[in-house]
Every structure is written in structure tokens, then in C-alpha cells.
């Protein structure tokens, strides 16, 4: 890659390394400079500036991060488009993050152009919670590079969803033990369990001897128990103390006892056949993070866990500073509010249009490679990251629902649709859920607007850097469709007439990132007969 100062007059194709003001507004980093951006930077009196060209042997930012991305993303993993070098992998289930540290850590060391940044090995993790972050740091990276890293990479990252099991509890009384520390160490169990996707199906108690918890391990074995745990009234401080002894007299054996881990270290690993059996140290009471978590973690996503990977636990497992603090509600991550998470976008398609340049016929009705128009635009938005998807509706909206069939899709009727657009946008937010981060807004009538051009829209946006509104671009041309954030919607719901939301790009332009597409479907919109008969010939011309 080249980088340096270039004369504006030179500049053209090139990758602007630093934003400038123009008399349009700002040419941001990162942007493709088209001859419309050279005459501006030279109106303003830019002379030179410091951009990128790419060589032959260099593979671009977006397309880097997006390689590099899909080979490391296993299973359970959802992957964001590349947007300034960056992609980032979600989590699709709730589970465990299995992270390769050894590869992923050979993929860092190959070139400093690429980095890898992941969770933790074994991080609990929520749906749509960020597992891994893949960044180019320039604005490209050696071919040979990504290929080393894609190789090195594959699948290093995945989900181990929690499967369904039925646990039991057996808890040992002596004297000193008070009923309702029995009583509350099955409501903290329970919690405990549930809160992985398991159940707690049965839970007794018996005397602290051997004999008696064999009898009971036995009990729990003929009611299908995947998962045993003995908590005794007394800690266990030896191999040869009651719980190890009796899970031997079942028939098992002991596989360690001990942990690295504080609080925790008084665990016993066991195993009856290919049934776990654990024997609790006395803060597995207490719903409070310890190391019997990671061990149950690890045994409910049927991830194997032997005596090697308790005795690996030590680092990091000084759990005491967060131990003094309680689980939240559901898991033992950070509160949701703090962990990073693909961000919620709606789609909304505005179908409620009375076609008035196409009369009689209802253009959204109209086919396209043999498909109406609106069902290629519902099947772009359901094949994106997008949902959920409302279709907003006004004239003739019992034939567009009939086009529509049995989508997954929420239908909005816009009795206002005489109205013009704006009418339809109000309608639209009026049925967002409250959680969603924002929206994409698609027009009807663009039969070539993707899925890849929504997640590309989706990979831009960022709050946190100002990109609020995100909009697509063909060679320096804005068009459709507009991601919006929610703190707009109340300004959009007061927009007339139908002009959209034209006049709010103006106004937040500091807020504005334009997003350049792979072609040039983000312009293509058909009002008329005769651009419906071109696109016909186009794609008929492509066949």
C-alpha cells in the first residue's frame, strides 16, 4: 500500500486518510475520492492530501476483516458485515464462548495490520452478545497475510450452547444445620440451574455417611439424572472423606479433588459412568460467583471437564473481589447494560404508496425476474440482520398482503397513506418495539436493494462514533435505504407531507455516515412504466 501526501489533482481513486471540510460538508476518513470530491477539496483551497492507494498485493479493509471473520467464526456465531476494517462475531445462542486461545494468538503474531480481540475462554454469553472483534488497522493488509490468518483461523471461535438437563441435589444433614439453610440452598440451586437452561428435578437430603448418600446417588441415578450434586453439611477435606467414599461405593470414581479457584477450592470432580457427579464446596450455598459456576457451566453445555482443565483454572480464578458481589437475575455476566451487543434494527418497509405514475397498476404488485416487487424487498430485509420486519400498508392492502403470503412479517396499516410518506414513516415507529436501537426504512419499490446492502448499513452503525444515521452511497450518490437511530424517532414522527426524512439528513449532518455499496442498487427506484421496462430489459440482459 502506498500512503503520503498526493496532490488533489492526483487524488482521484484514492483513500482519504484524514477528514476535510468542504463547502457540502465533511469528506470523512476512509472515503473513495471521486472527481465530485476533488473539485470540492479544490474549491475549498485543499491543495494536497495524505491518502492509501492499493497495490496489487494488498486486499482491502472491509474485505480483509470480512475474510478473516467468517473463517474464525465456528458454531452459534452471527457475523457483521465489514465496515472501516472492522467485523465483529455475535454470539446466536446462550452458552459458552470456546475461544482457541493458542490460534488465535498465532493469528495476532502474523502481521501487525491484523488483530483478533475475544472474549475470555468460556465467558458466559448471551444472544447478540459480542464474542469477538476482528480489526485491519490500516486501510489494507497484505494478501499473503490474510491467508495465513484465514487458514490459522478456522473456526477458532464458537458457542457451546447449554443443552437441557436434569440435575439432582442431595444435601447431607448433621445437628447444626438449619432447615431453611436447606430450604434456601434449593432456591439458590434452582435459580442457579435454571438460569442455564437446565432443571432442577429432584433435590433430598440425607444423613452425612456414605452409605446413605450412595443409597441416594443410586436414587437419582434411576430417575435419569444427567448431573448429580452433593452438598455436605460438612466440607469435604479429603479424598477419603463421605462424598468421595460414597461416590465410589455407587460405583464411580473420583477424578480430582481441589481448584485453583478462591472461592471454591473444597470441589470434588467425580464420575459415575459418563454421569457427572460434584461434590459442592460449602459457597456453592451462596448464589454469589464461585468456582463450582465454571465447572457447572462447562458440564451443562456439554463441554467435557477433567482434572487437567480444573487444575488450568488458577489464572484468574481469584474470584474473591467478584464474589462479594451477587449473580445478576439470569447469569453471571457483566450487566447486560455494559456488555457489547450487535445492536437491535428493525426494518420497516413503506408499501402503502398509491403508485400514481404507474396507474392502474400498483407497481409494488408488479414482477421482477418472477417476483412482485414487495416481496423482493421483505426478502432482502428477512435475509439480513434486520428484525423484526414491519410492512407498512395503506392502498390496496389487502392484495399486497396476499402477495405477502405466510412472512415472518408485522403488517402496519397506515390509513393516512393519502398523506405521502411521511404518514407511512409515522406509522412504521408507532409499531417499533421499545428495545430497538434503531431502524432501516426501505422503500418498496427498490428490487435491487439486498440483504447485503441492509448488514452493511448495520456495520456502520455506531453511536459511540457518532454514526447515527447511516446512509448508502453509489459513487458519491446518496440513496435508500436509511438505518436511522431511536433518538430520531421522535422528529420523524413529526415529519408532513412526502419528502420523508430528507430535511432531518440535513440537520443532523454531523451525525451522518455515508456508506459506500458494491453497486448501485441502492438508486434504482421504479416510478414509472418506463423504468419499470428497463429494469425488465437489464435484468432480462443479464439472464
Keep these: 500500500m502506498k500512503f503520503g501526501e498526493i496532490p488533489v489533482a492526483d487524488a482521484v481513486g484514492a483513500i482519504l486518510a484524514h477528514s476535510h471540510r468542504v463547502a457540502a460538508g465533511t469528506l470523512k476518513k476512509g472515503r473513495l475520492l471521486s472527481a465530485e470530491d476533488i473539485a470540492a477539496l479544490q474549491a475549498a483551497g485543499i491543495r494536497a492530501v495524505i491518502a492509501a492507494r492499493l497495490e496489487p498485493d494488498d ?9 478473516i471473520s467468517r473463517a474464525l467464526a465456528g458454531d452459534h456465531l452471527v457475523v457483521s458485515a465489514a465496515f472501516t476494517g472492522r467485523a465483529n462475531l455475535y454470539a446466536a445462542r446462550h452458552g459458552l464462548a470456546v475461544i482457541d486461545a493458542e490460534r488465535v494468538e498465532r493469528l495476532n503474531l502474523v502481521d501487525e495490520a491484523i488483530t483478533v480481540a475475544t472474549l ?109 450434586l452433593v452438598l455436605g453439611a460438612s466440607a469435604i477435606v479429603d479424598r477419603r472423606d463421605a462424598i468421595p467414599a460414597a461416590v465410589e461405593r455407587a460405583g464411580g470414581e473420583v ?77 453471571a455476566s457483566p450487566e447486560p447494560s455494559a456488555v457489547p451487543r450487535a445492536p437491535k434494527i428493525a426494518a420497516v418497509i413503506l408499501a402503502a404508496g398509491r403508485s400514481s405514475r404507474m396507474a392502474p397498476a400498483n407497481k409494488l404488485l408488479t414482477e421482477v425476474e418472477g417476483q412482485t416487487m414487495i416481496a423482493r424487498a421483505v426478502d432482502a430485509a428477512l435475509g439480513s440482520q434486520a428484525g423484526p420486519v414491519f410492512v407498512v400498508t395503506g392502498h390496496d392492502s389487502a392484495r399486497v398482503r396476499q402477495a405477502l403470503g405466510g412472512q415472518n412479517v408485522t403488517i402496519v396499516e397506515n390509513p393516512a397513506f393519502a398523506d405521502g410518506l411521511s404518514a407511512s414513516v409515522r406509522a ?19 428490487p435491487r436493494v439486498t440483504a ?34 431511536s433518538r430520531f424517532f421522535p422528529e420523524m414522527r413529526a415529519l408532513e407531507g412526502d419528502t420523508g426524512a430528507r430535511g432531518l439528513i440535513r440537520q443532523h449532518a454531523e451525525q451522518v455516515c455515508e456508506v459506500e455499496m458494491p453497486d448501485d442498487g441502492v438508486l434504482l427506484d421504479v416510478d414509472t412504466p418506463d423504468a419499470l421496462a428497463a429494469l425488465r430489459a437489464d435484468a432480462k440482459a443479464s439472464a
Excluded at 428 to 446: E, K, N, T
Design 452 to 485: 447485503t446492502h441492509i448488514d452493511r448499513l448495520i456495520a456502520a452503525f455506531n453511536p459511540d462514533e457518532g454514526r447515527t444515521i447511516c446512509v448508502p452511497t453509489w459513487r458519491a450518490k446518496r440513496g435508500n435505504p436509511v438505518l436511522w437511530s
Design 120 to 228: 475470555a475462554p468460556y465467558t458466559l454469553v448471551e444472544p447478540r452478545q459480542m464474542v469477538a472483534t476482528i480489526k485491519v488497522i490500516p486501510f489494507a493488509a497484505p494478501a499473503a497475510s490474510v491467508e495465513k490468518c484465514v487458514s490459522l483461523g478456522a473456526s477458532a471461535v464458537r458457542i457451546a450452547p447449554f443443552a437441557r438437563k436434569a440435575v439432582g441435589l442431595i444435601q447431607t444433614r448433621l445437628a447444626s444445620v438449619k432447615p431453611s439453610v436447606i430450604a434456601n440452598t434449593v432456591a439458590t440451586t434452582n435459580a442457579r440451574i435454571a438460569a442455564l437452561g437446565s432443571q432442577l428435578v429432584a433435590d433430598a437430603v440425607c444423613d452425612h455417611d456414605q452409605a446413605a448418600i450412595a443409597a441416594q446417588i443410586d436414587s437419582f441415578r434411576a430417575r435419569g439424572c444427567d448431573v448429580i
Design 255 to 331: 477424578l480430582h479433588f481441589g481448584m485453583p479457584v478462591d472461592p471454591g477450592n473444597l470441589l470434588l470432580l467425580g464420575r459415575i459412568g459418563a454421569m457427572p457427579v460434584l461434590g459442592l464446596p460449602g459457597c456453592a450455598r451462596s448464589p454469589k460467583l464461585n468456582g463450582f459456576d465454571w465447572v457447572l457451566q462447562r458440564l451443562l453445555a456439554d463441554l467435557p471437564v477433567s482434572r487437567t482443565d480444573i487444575m488450568r483454572m488458577g489464572v484468574g480464578g481469584l474470584l474473591t473481589e467478584i464474589a462479594t458481589r451477587p449473580l445478576p437475575r439470569r447469569t
Design 59 to 67: 486486499v482491502g479493509e472491509d474485505a480483509a476483516a470480512a475474510a
Design 428 to 446: 412504521g415507529i408507532g409499531a417499533l418495539p421499545p428495545d430497538v436501537d434503531g431502524a432501516v426504512f426501505l422503500l418498496g419499490d427498490m
